[in-house]
């Protein structure tokens, strides 16, 4: 079935560990993007792709990179997380169709840094 | 850029009432208007959006309303019922394919 996947759905570390938050798709997108959310609260942009080899920084200032060598696949990376990183992370997807196309969500990331 | 304002921040309703969550949004050239509503704990999903070649669109108990010279959209829940609680998040989408989401609405809807 085609959707969105995030590993790990939960995620408690130390600070200063490096982790790496990753999304996956299957809905044959090229385009990605990663939201940072506090529980039902505002979605904040923090990084997007449109291709591969594509990645741009989102409106909200963010410590962590992305990268994206394969279509389907845009992990994010903390190098040394802290606990302002705790929050939901979201992944989206939406497909190359020009600005009508639709933007699908994957059921996020909860991170908590002690 | 697109901006996007979204009213009411909560609003409470009582079970078979109507709502209505209204957006603005600044770019004249966007012309794609989705409906998010978010569970708790559950990922975004899309309830319903509109195009800018249209004025209206229904689903059943929610229907999107937009004025593109007044550059607002509304969304209307008729009928409400306890499992439309949630927050609702409007978006808008221009020509440079950026999608810009509102802050959200959290809708109760009390039995």
């Known amino acids: 079935e085609a959707d969105i996947y995030q590993t790990p759905r939960y995620l408690v570390i130390g600070t200063g560990k490096k982790i790496t938050l990753e999304c996956s798709q299957t809905m044959g997108h090229d385009k990605m993007y990663w939201y940072q959310q506090d529980p039902g609260m505002e979605l904040h942009l923090i990084h997007y792709?449109?291709?591969?080899?594509?990645?741009e920084k989102g409106d909200l200032s963010s410590e962590s990179t992305v990268s994206r060598i394969r279509t389907e696949h845009f992990p994010l990376t903390l190098e040394s997380a802290r606990p302002s990183h705790t929050s939901q992370y979201l992944c989206?997807?939406?497909?190359?169709?020009?600005?009508?196309?639709?933007?699908?969500f994957g059921p996020g990331t909860r991170l908590t840094v002690l | 850029g697109e901006n996007v304002e979204q009213h009411p921040s909560t609003l409470s309703v009582q079970e078979g009432d109507s709502a209505v969550i209204k957006c603005t949004y600044s770019d004249s050239a966007s012309n794609y208007f989705p409906w998010y509503k978010q569970e708790l704990g559950k990922r975004p999903q899309l309830i319903i959006d509109?195009?800018?070649?249209?004025g209206e669109k229904k689903d059943q108990r929610i229907a999107v309303t937009l004025n593109k010279t007044a550059k607002h959209f509304s969304l209307h829940i008729t009928e409400t019922q306890p499992e439309d609680s949630a927050v609702y998040f409007c978006a808008a989408r221009g020509l440079g394919n950026d999608m810009r989401f509102g802050a959200g609405t959290r809708l109760t809807v009390k039995p």
């Open positions: 989206a997807s939406s497909s190359a169709g020009g600005p009508l196309s639709e933007q699908f």
């Open positions: 792709s449109y291709g591969v080899n594509s990645t």
């Open positions: 509109i195009r800018s070649n249209v």
